[in-house]
């Protein structure tokens, strides 16, 4: 399976893989975002392949570590084929200035509420996504929380006399 | 109430203090007499940044905090991190281990299973059935109790094994819970299965086709109600699962009574599946030995030094596992859990993600109510099974 994935990506998308991960058995694709709607568009409609379950849509924050050259965010989509048995992963990288991506609610229901969760928690703009609202923190939160500068031991207080003064951050 | 072009909709919220909503989850109705026109369901109520938490904890820390999500399923929860941070370790664990788990996952199951029986019977108006299925599940939560020393925090399973030996008299107390349950489950399915009341309010109630369920990304009893056959256990076998006979039992008409199918004759099979774990539990260590990893025995740190500093060292500074992410998916008693770990060479988390089989389930609500009557919304948040601790975080 892995090598017809391969075989996929270097006839129909050449330009689209950055690099390849295979790790502890499972296969990874970094690929450039301006392809992710296309490939899983293929992906999922393919009759080999039939990567039709979009199990998961995750992210993360690679701030103050060297992966972050590649772009500070990343997004993954965890791909399965019913049929297959198979599972692999989509990964995307995205920059500090600009995480924007294209959404895939046109393909998948599933994508709706997971790329709202990404956007309410790590603040990833899904673009084309018909209702991008927060979706588990609530609306007076600011910031990001699983954003690797949101601190950890820290509340914001909503209804606080020194709102105009908070308390020291304990990081 | 508002009118507009002649159109008379009225909003009604549901929740998040309704009974019937199983915890603190919101559904806003757009209502067209008694018809849902539109429906919102809002959640967060219960958020707590499990994940964000995770990512200042030593990796053995994160277990008690994943008991806390699914809280009716502790030990499936407690099995899908540690079979997680395993891979990223490269552990094998010994066959007591694999059996002990499966069979504690499975009575997990049997107990989550119960839960939802007695609640989703008695949300459409069979309130008897609650006090029967809280019975039996006492029976497993004894055996919870009997393990870890808790009826439902358990936190029994560790990285690279069990926390303590099984108890003396486990095995009767599994014996004793095989020989009364399929008498039982046969008495609730007397209670339900032919219930004239109850086969009225599921049968072609929150209708959803296979291709939209997978499409809507389900997974569990919910989707195997439309007849997908997707069970984690048998499509990519974790933790010796290969090594047990079961059947996956698959609905084909997709309603809330195929559901409530599945979920009986799956009891069934977890029930046969604890059977075989039980008759061929071997003997041997209740833990790996991985020095560093996971703790030494007891007694051998009160005798040995060696023992006693990698036991100091690996509760003071946890372990550090290689670069790398990985994906274990397993099959909880709702569908599809599965924990996502990244590690960057700490002995914390870099990012610990944690794909709820609740939260993707409660996705497709509106589509399988919308356009059907207000009474339908009760019996279809009941036949997704959520739970609001794992829908949340």
């Not at chain 1, 992210?59 to 965010?73: I, K, T, V, Y």
């Not at chain 1, 309410?120 to 609306?139: C, E, N």
């Not at chain 2, 009225?10 to 203090?17: A, E, R, S, V, Y």
């Not at chain 2, 799956?266 to 774990?277: D, G, H, K, N, Y």
């Amino acid at each position: 399976m892995e090598d017809k994935l391969r075989e996929f990506f270097k006839t129909v998308f050449p330009d689209a893989v950055i690099r390849e991960d295979f790790f502890r058995n499972q296969l990874s694709f970094y690929i450039r975002k301006e392809y992710l709607f296309d490939i899983c568009k293929s992906l999922q409609k393919h009759p080999d392949f039939a990567f039709n379950f979009l199990s998961d849509i995750c992210s993360l924050d690679w701030l103050d570590n060297p992966e972050a050259a590649d772009g500070r965010f990343e997004v993954i989509y965890n791909l399965f084929s019913l049929k297959n048995r198979y599972r692999f992963f989509l990964k995307v990288r995205l920059s500090n200035e600009k995480p924007e991506i294209d959404s895939l609610t046109y393909l998948w229901h599933t994508a709706d509420w997971l790329e709202r969760e990404v956007y309410d928690l790590m603040g990833i703009i899904f673009i084309g996504h018909p209702d991008l609202q927060k979706i588990v923190t609530p609306d007076e939160l600011e910031g990001f929380p699983l954003r690797k500068d949101f601190p950890l031991t820290y509340e914001v207080p909503q209804f606080s006399y020194n709102k105009d003064e908070p308390p020291e951050l304990i990081l | 109430m508002t009118e507009a072009a002649g159109k008379r909709t009225m909003t009604l919220n549901m929740g998040p203090q309704h009974p019937a909503t199983h915890g603190v989850l919101r559904v806003e109705l757009e209502l067209d007499g008694e018809t849902v026109v539109k429906a919102t369901p809002h959640i967060g109520y219960l958020h707590t940044g499990i994940e964000k938490n995770a990512e200042s904890k030593l990796y053995y820390k994160v277990i008690p905090m994943t008991d806390r999500m699914d809280y009716l399923a502790p030990m499936s929860n407690n099995l899908g991190y540690c079979l997680a941070v395993e891979k990223l370790l490269e552990l094998e664990m010994p066959e007591k281990v694999i059996y002990a788990r499966v069979l504690l996952t499975e009575l997990t199951r049997i107990a989550s299973h119960l839960v939802w029986v007695g609640t989703h019977a008695l949300d459409i108006g069979a309130m008897s059935m609650l006090l029967y299925a809280f019975r039996e599940r006492e029976m497993i939560l004894d055996i919870y109790e009997a393990c870890s020393g808790q009826r439902m925090m358990s936190t029994y399973f560790r990285i690279g094994g069990l926390a303590y030996d099984l108890p003396d008299d486990f095995d009767r107390k599994v014996r004793n819970i095989l020989k009364v349950l399929p008498d039982r489950i046969k008495d609730y399915e007397r209670l339900l299965t032919d219930n004239k009341i109850f086969r009225k309010r599921t049968i072609g109630v929150a209708y959803i086709s296979a291709e939209d369920a997978v499409n809507c990304g389900l997974t569990g009893p919910t989707l195997r109600g439309s007849g997908v056959n997707y069970d984690v256990r048998k499509t990519n076998p974790y933790c010796g699962y290969d090594k047990f006979q079961f059947v996956v039992p698959l609905g084909e008409n997709g309603d809330v009574y195929d559901r409530y199918l599945i979920r009986m004759e799956e009891m069934r099979q977890s029930l046969r599946i604890v059977q075989q774990a039980l008759d061929g539990m071997p003997a041997g260590p209740f833990r790996v030995h991985a020095p560093g990893i996971v703790l030494p025995p007891k007694e051998d740190v009160l005798s040995k030094m060696e023992s006693l500093i990698f036991h100091f060292k690996i509760i003071t500074e946890g372990f550090k596992p290689p670069k790398g992410a990985v994906y274990q998916a397993i099959e909880s008693p709702k569908g599809e859990l599965g924990y996502y770990i990244s590690s960057d060479g700490t002995n914390m988390p870099h990012r610990m993600r944690v794909r709820p089989p609740s939260f993707v389930n409660l996705s497709a609500l509106p589509k399988m109510i919308e356009g059907r009557l207000v009474a339908d919304v009760i019996a279809a948040i009941g036949s997704i099974d959520i739970v609001l601790g794992e829908v949340d975080r």
